[in-house]
C-alpha cells in the first residue's frame, strides 16, 4: 500500500503529527489531573499494545488472537520482579518487554510454520495456557487473587527534585515517550525492506517466497517485535493500575485489542492510535447503557468490517489521496 | 480409584459426544466455507440459553423444546450467511473471521442482556435419582443426551452421504471450483452449511444444558475446544473431528484423576504436540 504511491516527502505531512504531540503535551493542562486524565494514560498505553498488534494483523497480514498473552506475561513479568525480587519498573520494563518478545520467539518458532486458519487458532491457545497458568501456580502468582501493590517507582533527579510516577501526570509523560518510541520503531519497520517483505507476505506469499523474501522469517520479525511492544504496555498498565491480575490474559482484551485495530484502521499508523482513543472513550460514553454496551460494540465491528474494511483511519487516507488521483488522471 | 475408572470413561464418553457434535459443525464451516467461526461457542450457548428460556420461562417440554431450539438456531444460522459471510466470501479470509469474533462479541452480550448473567438450569422433567448401568451410575438427562448425540452424528453421517445437498456440500468441500462448474450452487451449499453447523452447535447447548447450567458466557470455552478438537481430528475432516471429540473428552475426564486444576489444559497441550509433530491432524495418513 504504501509502496505503490509515491512517498510524500514534504514537510507539511509532518504538521498534523507536530500538531498531535504538541495537543497531547499541553493535555494535562486542558483536562486537569483527574478522571480523563487517567482514560488518556488508559489510550495511550493501549496506543502501545494495538499498534504493537497491528504490525502482526495489518502489516504482516497474520490474524493473531493471543496477543493478550504478551501484554499479560509483560504485566506478570514487571509486577513478579518487583515484588519478589524487588527489582524497580525500569528493569521490570526492560525484562517484560525481552521476555515477551523471548516468548513470542519461541511461539513464533512452533505456530508460524503453520500460518492460515492454524496459526490464529494456535494463538488463542497459548493465551489460554498463560491463563491457566497464571490461575494455578498460586504460590508464584498468588491465583485468581492477583498481586497487588505494584507500584511505580520515584526518581530523584539532580536539581529538579523527586519525580513521583505514582502519580497520574508523571506517569502520563512516560507512557507518553514509550508510545512515541513504539510508534516511531513500528513506522520505521514498515517502512524498510523488512516492511516490503512483510507487504510481500501479505499479499502473495508464493510469489514472494519466488523472489526471495522469506516468508517465516519476516513473520517471526513481525511476530516478536509484536510481543517486545505488547510486554511493555502490559507493564506499564500493571504498574499504572498497580494490580495485576490472571483476566488480562482473556480472550476479551485480545478482542478489545482488535477491535481498536481494526476499526482504527489495520494498516495505518494512526489507525491504531485511533482506534485505542476512541475505545477507551467510547465505552465510557457509553456508560449510561452499561448493559447495552458490549452489544453495540460488537455491532460496530460487525458493520465496521462490512463497510469499513480499512478502518477510520481510510476515510481520511482516501480524503487525502482522492485529489491526487484526480490530478493523476 | 482403578474402580471408579468407568465411571470416568463414561463421563468422559458423554462429554466428548458432545465435544464431537459442536466440532463437527466447527469443521464443516471451515472446510467447506474457509471460516474459522470463533462465534461458533455462541451459537452452542445460544442452544442452552434458548433451551433454558423456552422451557423453565415459557413451560415448554424439554422432548419439544430440544428440536424447536435446533430449528431457531438453524434459521438464525441461514439469516447469519446471507448477511454476513455472503458478502466476505470473496474478501480475505481475515474479514471473516474478525466476523466472527464481533458476532461472538454481539451475541454473547445479547444474551446477557436477555437472560441475566448469572448460570441457570434447564427445566427438564426428567428424574434427578441416579441410575445404575452396570459399575457406571448416571441420570436420565445424561443417557438422553448421549443417544441423542450419536443418533444426531448418524443423521448428519446419513445426510452428507445419501442426500444430494450433502453429496453436493462434499464436493464444495472437495473442489469448490469444479462444484460450481457441474452446476451446484455454492449460496445454496454455504447457507446449507452455516445453517447445519449452528444447528449441530445449538443442539449440543441444549443437551449439555439440561446436564449443567447454561450462561451467556459458556461459549468462549466451547469455541476453544471446539477448536482442538478441529485440530486433533485435522482441519476440515468430519470424522476426525468426532474421533478427535471423543479422545478430548476422555483424556479430560482421565485428566481430572490427575490434575483437576490443569484438566483444561490437556487440549492445550495436545493441540501444541499435534502442531508439532503431526500438523495434519492424528489421522491424516501421510
Known sequence: ?329 | MIDLLPQFLFNGLLIGASYALIAVGLTMIFGIMNIANFAHGQLYMLGGCLGYFLTARLGLHYLLTVPLVVLVVMALGLLLERTIFRRLRYEPAMSSVLATVGLAILLENAARVLWGPQPEPIATGFSQMPIQLGPVFTTEARVFAVVTTFGALLLVYLFLNRSLLGTAMRATFQQSEAAALVGISIDKVHAATFALGAGLAALGGVLLGAIFFVYPTMGTTATLKAFIVVILGGLGSIGGSVVGGLILGLAESLGTLVSSAYKDAIGFVLVILILLYRPDGLFKRS
Open chain 1, 1 to 329: 500500500m504504501a509502496s505503490s504511491s509515491a512517498p510524500d516527502r514534504s514537510p507539511l505531512r509532518l504538521v498534523p503529527w507536530a500538531a498531535g504531540a504538541a495537543a497531547l503535551l499541553a493535555a494535562p493542562l486542558a483536562i486537569g489531573q483527574g478522571y480523563e486524565l487517567h482514560l488518556l494514560i488508559i489510550a495511550t498505553i493501549f496506543t502501545i499494545v494495538a499498534s504493537s498488534l497491528s504490525l502482526l494483523v495489518g502489516y504482516a497480514g497474520l490474524l493473531s488472537l493471543g496477543h493478550a498473552a504478551f501484554f499479560g506475561l509483560g504485566a506478570y513479568v514487571s509486577a513478579l520482579l518487583l515484588l519478589r525480587l524487588g527489582v524497580s519498573m525500569w528493569g521490570g520494563l526492560v525484562c517484560a518487554a525481552v521476555i515477551s518478545a523471548l516468548a513470542a520467539f519461541l511461539v513464533g518458532g512452533l505456530v508460524l510454520k503453520v500460518r492460515g486458519n492454524r496459526f490464529i487458532i494456535t494463538t488463542v491457545a497459548f493465551a489460554e495456557i498463560m491463563h491457566l497458568i497464571a490461575v494455578n501456580a498460586v504460590d508464584l502468582t498468588r491465583g485468581q487473587m492477583g498481586l497487588d501493590g505494584v507500584a511505580a517507582p520515584k526518581v530523584a533527579i539532580p536539581g529538579l527534585g523527586v519525580i513521583d510516577f505514582g502519580t497520574k501526570i508523571a506517569f502520563y509523560y512516560l507512557v507518553l515517550a514509550m508510545a512515541a518510541i513504539c510508534i516511531a520503531t513500528i513506522a520505521r519497520i514498515v517502512r524498510s525492506p523488512i516492511g516490503w517483505g512483510l507487504a510481500a507476505l501479505r499479499e502473495n506469499e508464493n510469489l514472494g517466497e519466488a523472489v526471495g523474501v522469506s516468508a517465516f522469517r519476516h513473520a517471526m520479525i513481525a511476530f516478536v517485535v509484536g510481543g517486545f511492544f505488547a510486554g511493555i504496555g502490559g507493564a506499564l498498565y500493571g504498574h499504572y493500575m498497580q494490580f495485576v491480575s490472571p483476566d488480562l490474559f482473556l480472550f476479551s482484551y485480545t478482542t478489545t485489542m482488535l477491535v481498536m485495530v481494526v476499526i482504527g484502521g489495520k494498516m495505518s499508523i494512526a489507525g491504531p492510535i485511533i482506534g485505542a482513543v476512541v475505545f477507551t472513550v467510547l465505552p465510557e460514553a457509553l456508560r449510561v447503557a452499561t448493559t447495552y454496551r458490549l452489544v453495540v460494540l460488537g455491532t460496530i465491528l460487525l458493520i465496521a468490517i462490512l463497510v469499513l474494511p480499512n478502518g477510520l483511519a481510510s476515510l481520511w487516507e482516501r480524503r487525502r489521496r482522492a485529489p491526487a488521483a484526480a490530478l493523476g488522471n
